[in-house]
């Protein structure tokens, strides 16, 4: 990372109205202490713009008839074989643990500890099943990919528009207690240093309302390669736990965002 990009990211401030504080809690600066990561390496840089040019071609040729998607199991495993060339050609390899062991029939919602950009290459190839996603504002605005979620069945939730993001938090859920997957980011956004963020009550809105069981996928490694104020994928190793599921139900209810947290945490302490 050059030296302007690092002040820059020193220098973040909060948004009006909100102390540095709440920022560091809602992922927004980040927090004391953080440390830029160390500067891209070229041929890292190489291969990562390389990659993204191909995801920008494959996405510019798709139209609405004929896009694959995570929703349907012809999307998912066509997608799969997309995300595990691209990891290929980046040098990254994951390796999956399913401890959940479903269900894999029913509606389910999946949750993931929020770590890197990467996470959204190596999701597909742990999830067991099609599924749709939530998507927030950053990634709605990300060009070509943000077009392509909101036409393939995934949900988009603007956080500034209370109206907006209660309807489709509603319609996720039905979505849901009809038989879908869904996955969704409790933190909201990317940690800046791999400890979890506290945990986002949309997320748990929709578990509530979903009344499916919970499914944590704790995601070990993709910050590494590539964390937060970084551009390049660097080579390594990805490894990712699919957790017992947690039910939803009036003795679990009042405890999810914990339930949920611990699970994270158990996985991330023992890796450490």
Same mark, same amino acid.
């Given at each position: 990372?050059?030296?302007?990009?690092?002040?820059?990211?020193?220098?973040?401030?909060?948004?009006?109205?909100?102390?540095?504080?709440?920022?560091?809690?809602?992922?927004?600066?980040?927090?004391?202490?953080?440390?830029?990561?160390?500067?891209?390496?070229?041929?890292?840089?190489l291969r990562t713009?390389?990659?993204?040019?191909?995801?920008?071609?494959?996405?510019?040729?798709?139209?609405?008839?004929?896009?694959?998607s995570t929703t349907?199991?012809?999307?998912?495993?066509?997608?799969?074989?997309?995300?595990?060339?691209?990891?290929?050609?980046?040098?990254?390899?994951?390796?999956?643990?399913?401890?959940?062991?479903?269900?894999?029939?029913?509606?389910?919602?999946?949750?993931?500890?929020?770590?890197?950009?990467?996470?959204?290459?190596?999701?597909?190839?742990?999830?067991?099943?099609?599924?749709?996603?939530?998507?927030?504002?950053?990634?709605?605005?990300?060009?070509?990919?943000?077009?392509?979620?909101?036409?393939?069945?995934?949900?988009?939730?603007?956080?500034?528009?209370?109206?907006?993001?209660?309807?489709?938090?509603?319609?996720?859920?039905?979505?849901?207690? @009809?038989? =879908? *997957?869904?996955?969704?980011?409790?933190?909201? !956004?990317?940690?800046?240093?791999?400890? $979890? +963020? /506290?945990?986002? &009550?949309?997320?748990?809105?929709? @578990?509530? =309302? *979903?009344?499916?069981?919970?499914?944590?996928? !704790?995601?070990?490694?993709?910050?590494? $390669? +590539? /964390?937060?104020? &970084?551009?390049?994928?660097?080579?390594?190793?990805?490894?990712?736990?699919?957790?017992?599921?947690?039910?939803?139900?009036?003795?679990?209810?009042?405890?999810?965002?914990?339930?949920?947290?611990?699970?994270?945490?158990?996985?991330?302490?023992?890796?450490?």
């Open positions: 990372m050059g030296l302007g990009a690092t002040l820059r990211l020193l220098a973040r401030q909060p948004p009006p109205g909100m102390s540095r504080q709440d920022a560091v809690l809602a992922g927004l600066v980040p927090p004391p202490g953080w440390q830029p990561p160390p500067r891209d390496r070229p041929l890292d840089l713009v390389s990659a993204i040019a191909r995801m920008a071609i494959n996405l510019a040729r798709t139209s609405t008839s004929t896009t694959p349907t199991s012809e999307g998912l495993a066509y997608l799969r074989t997309s995300c595990r060339d691209l990891l290929a050609h980046l040098h990254v390899q994951v390796t999956v643990e399913d401890n959940a062991h479903g269900p894999h029939t029913g509606g389910v919602v999946y949750m993931w500890n929020q770590t890197s950009h990467l996470d959204h290459l190596v999701l597909p190839l742990a999830i067991p099943r099609p599924f749709h996603m939530t998507f927030n504002n950053e990634i709605r605005r990300t060009p070509l990919y943000g077009d392509y979620l909101a036409r393939t069945g995934h949900f988009w939730l603007d956080r500034t528009d209370e109206t907006q993001w209660r309807a489709a938090l509603a319609a996720a859920a039905e979505r849901i207690r @009809a038989g =879908a *997957a869904l996955l969704v980011s409790p933190e909201g !956004t990317r940690s800046w240093d791999g400890r $979890l +963020l /506290p945990m986002k &009550r949309g997320a748990f809105l929709l @578990a509530r =309302a *979903a009344a499916s069981p919970i499914v944590c996928l !704790t995601v070990l490694g993709a910050r590494d $390669l +590539l /964390p937060r104020g &970084r551009a390049a994928v660097r080579p390594g190793h990805v490894h990712i736990v699919l957790e017992p599921a947690i039910p939803v139900d009036p003795s679990t209810s009042p405890d999810l965002e914990r339930l949920v947290a611990t699970t994270f945490e158990r996985t991330l302490t023992r890796a450490r």
